[in-house]
């Protein structure tokens, strides 16, 4: 897809956080799920040994074990030394401390490259676009967005939000995406406006408060379904 890795700040979250941000604990039976820039998360492999069908794409994903792990070194340290800086913009509850999500988050990322190479032989792993799906209608149940989507709204044009997620509704039979607020932990000035698109093309939309909130404001996560 040729984007530069040296651009990628690599960055993943935790199955547990997966589950509290997208309240997936409601879930009993095995799903198929497709997680939209996954990057370096633990979600797809630990889900994909619960049983359930699990696609994550991210362009990242084009590369190799070896590159997105140097790529995650170079980068880790600055990442954590950030969020200590910044801490006023996040909720020490459930993540108690700096030193706490260093650990959590070296942790889900060392999973997911324990997983990488197995998992994209098994096309778990996919280089892909999310306003670009390589996958048939229907394909899925549940498409996921995680700190994506709204999050970067100073760079992503609110037409590309309509696109990813109108391809998000195209393979699945439901989107989620969380959280609603923006890297200065503003609500996305987007999400009004995406709610009005799709209610106008008769879906059903929903804004569901979740007990996970890392990110100050950041516990809502906004469901679209089929009608």
């Given at each position: 897809m040729g984007i530069d890795l040296n651009e990628i700040i690599p960055l993943g979250r935790s199955y547990t956080e997966y589950v509290r941000m997208f309240g997936l604990d409601e879930i009993g039976e095995p799903v198929s799920i497709l997680d939209?820039?996954?990057?370096?998360?633990?979600?797809?492999?630990?889900m994909s040994r619960k049983?359930?069908?699990?696609?994550?794409?991210?362009?990242?994903?084009?590369?190799?074990?070896?590159?997105?792990e140097k790529r995650i070194n170079e980068t880790f340290n600055d990442i954590i030394n950030q969020a200590g800086k910044n801490k006023d913009k996040f909720v020490w509850d459930s993540i108690g401390s700096v030193a706490e999500l260093?650990?959590?988050r070296r942790s889900s990322m060392d999973e997911f490259l324990s997983d990488f190479e197995k998992g994209k032989k098994n096309c778990r792993y996919i280089s892909a676009d999310v306003t670009g799906l390589p996958f048939k209608n229907n394909q899925f149940e549940l498409a996921l967005s995680s700190h994506f989507l709204f999050l970067y709204e100073s760079i992503l044009s609110y037409g590309?939000?309509?696109?990813a997620i109108t391809e998000m509704l195209r393979v699945a039979d439901e989107a989620r995406v969380f959280p609603l607020v923006d890297l200065n932990i503003d609500r996305c000035s987007y999400v009004d406006k995406i709610i009005s698109k799709f209610e106008q093309k008769n879906y059903l939309t929903s804004i569901v408060k979740v007990d996970y909130e890392f990110q100050k404001g950041?516990?809502?996560?906004?469901?679209?379904?089929?009608?």
């Open positions: 939209c820039g996954g990057g370096p998360s633990s979600f797809n492999s630990c049983g359930n069908f699990v696609v994550s794409i991210d362009p990242i994903y084009e590369f190799n074990k070896v590159d997105i260093e650990m959590m590309f939000h309509l696109n950041g516990n809502q996560y906004l469901k679209i379904m089929r009608a």
